[in-house]
């Protein structure tokens, strides 16, 4: 089911609403479409920090960070 929302926009969001109005899109689809992809970033954040964390917490990951730094310093060249 629809719900009705009203909402305050600073000058930053009137402008990026009339771009994407300018764009073709109605009022509540920009708005619509902007909530929706600023959920997904937000998710997808989250799901970015939590494979960080993990591998982070990876030991044997870790180790062999460890060794591919040493075998690319033991090839850099002197100087």
Do not use: K, T, Y
Request: negative net charge; aromatic residues 0%; hydrophobic residues 50%.
């Amino acid at each position: 089911m629809a719900q009705a929302i009203s909402v305050r926009l600073d000058d930053e969001a009137e402008q990026a609403l009339r771009a994407l109005e300018a764009a073709g899109m109605s009022r509540s689809d920009a708005i619509r479409s902007s909530l929706i992809a600023s959920a997904r970033r937000l998710r997808e954040r989250s799901a970015l920090a939590a494979e960080v964390a993990a591998l982070e917490a990876d030991e044997d990951d870790q180790e062999e960070m460890l060794a591919v730094a040493g075998l690319m310093e033991s090839l850099r060249a002197p100087g």
